[in-house]
């Protein structure tokens, strides 16, 4: 079992930054491929960015490309999604999930074995 932990959501103005911050306990961090998600009210859950295990190669949706990374920090057991320039359209409850297919940055919210309870991110415009 792993249990993730986010915080760092919050309100903020649009053009602002929100740092989210995803804490594991459990099995080995390390040997899990982690993703952040999102859900806006009314909307299905969609796929925000992926890091695959090492770290070594990252995905990140079109929607936030260019505005967002996502990291990690196997020593802390801590993956990170970095959000700037924040828009609106980014409100949504957003959740990290941890994947055991440890080398692909999956897109598809069934590959993902635990999810953690989400941190709501508000933008006001």
């Known amino acids: 079992q792993v249990q993730l932990v986010e915080s760092g959501g919050g309100l903020v103005h649009a053009g602002g930054s929100l740092r989210l911050s995803c804490v594991a306990s459990?099995?080995?961090?390390?040997?899990?491929?982690m993703g952040w998600f999102r859900q806006a009210p009314g909307k299905e859950r969609e796929f925000v960015a992926a890091i695959i295990r090492e770290g070594v190669w990252t995905s990140l949706a079109d929607s936030v490309k260019g505005r967002s990374t996502i990291s990690r920090d196997d020593a802390k057991n801590t993956v990170y999604l970095q959000m700037n320039d924040l828009k609106p359209e980014d409100t949504a409850v957003y959740y990290c999930a941890a994947s055991s297919r440890a080398y692909a940055a999956s897109y598809s919210a069934p590959d993902y074995n635990y999810w953690g309870q989400g941190t709501q991110v508000t933008v006001s415009s």
């Open positions: 459990g099995r080995a961090f390390s040997n899990y491929a």
